[in-house]
T-cell receptor, first 111, second 113 residues
Framework: LAKTTQPISMDSYEGQEVNITCSHNNIATNDYITWYQQFPSQGPRFIIQGYKTKVTNEVASLFIPADRKSSTLSLPRVSLSDTAVYYCLVGDMDSSYKLIFGSGTRLLVRP | NAGVTQTPKFRVLKTGQSMTLLCAQDMNHEYMYWYRQDPGMGLRLIHYSVGEGTTAKGEVPDGYNVSRLKKQNFLLGLESAAPSQTSVYFC????????????FGDGTRLSIL
């Protein structure tokens, strides 16, 4: 089964830019890369999605290199409310329906 | 706009008891999923459904059964609950798989004594 790898935790300060990288060596040709945010006692919430190069929305940017074996979620000017766990989700080359979440990165934003 | 609704939000069971968790979505999504999340861990896929009347096994299906009799509902059943099934269960739905984001409910916290 394909798997993803993320840093377990990251610390930052308010106003800084945070970059979280996810490795996904077995990503399938037709699969997208999707990032989710999860607060305690809540379900994950969609942040951003992309296939290649760069995608930007009102809350984040997603950078994907040409080989698509990794992706980087970029959060500009984080605030305390960005403290959460961030997951990347990609398809599985062995079985396209066995969706696998990454282990998640616990981001702590300090004042 | 309710999105994905899970019932119940909390439940305590005794070992060997059975129960059904209900997931309902109002977005006309074809795909639905059940995950479990254990403390400090990511989500693991239990079962999923690609449409009404169809279900399939995910990463950790043992001890669970599912049914998708109606497009908007996805039921997760525990026939004989075990302490190892103590977890938070999340339901999700999506328009498609892979390149469509999943929409999650707020979870069911299940404790089995």
């Amino acid at each position: 089964l394909a798997k993803t790898t993320q840093p377990i935790s990251m610390d930052s300060y308010e106003g800084q830019e945070v970059n979280i990288t996810c490795s996904h060596n077995n990503i399938a040709t037709n699969d997208y890369i999707t990032w989710y945010q999860q607060f305690p006692s809540q379900g994950p919430r969609f942040i951003i999605q992309g296939y290649k190069t760069k995608v930007t929305n009102e809350v984040a940017s997603l950078f994907i290199p040409a080989d698509r074996k990794s992706s980087t979620l970029s959060l500009p000017r984080v605030s305390l409310s960005d403290t959460a766990v961030y997951y990347c989700l990609v398809g599985d080359m062995d079985s396209s329906y066995k969706l696998i979440f990454g282990s998640g990165t616990r981001l702590l934003v300090r004042p | 706009n309710a999105g994905v609704t899970q019932t119940p939000k909390f439940r305590v069971l005794k070992t060997g008891q059975s129960m059904t968790l209900l997931c309902a979505q109002d977005m006309n999504h074809e795909y639905m999923y059940w995950y479990r999340q254990d403390p400090g861990m990511g989500l693991r896929l239990i079962h999923y459904s690609v449409g009404e009347g169809t279900t399939a096994k995910g990463e950790v299906p043992d001890g669970y059964n599912v049914s998708r009799l109606k497009k908007q509902n996805f039921l997760l059943g525990l026939e004989s609950a075990a302490p190892s099934q103590t977890s938070v269960y999340f339901c999700a739905s999506s328009y498609d798989v892979g390149n469509q984001p999943q929409h999650f409910g707020d979870g069911t916290r299940l404790s089995i004594l």
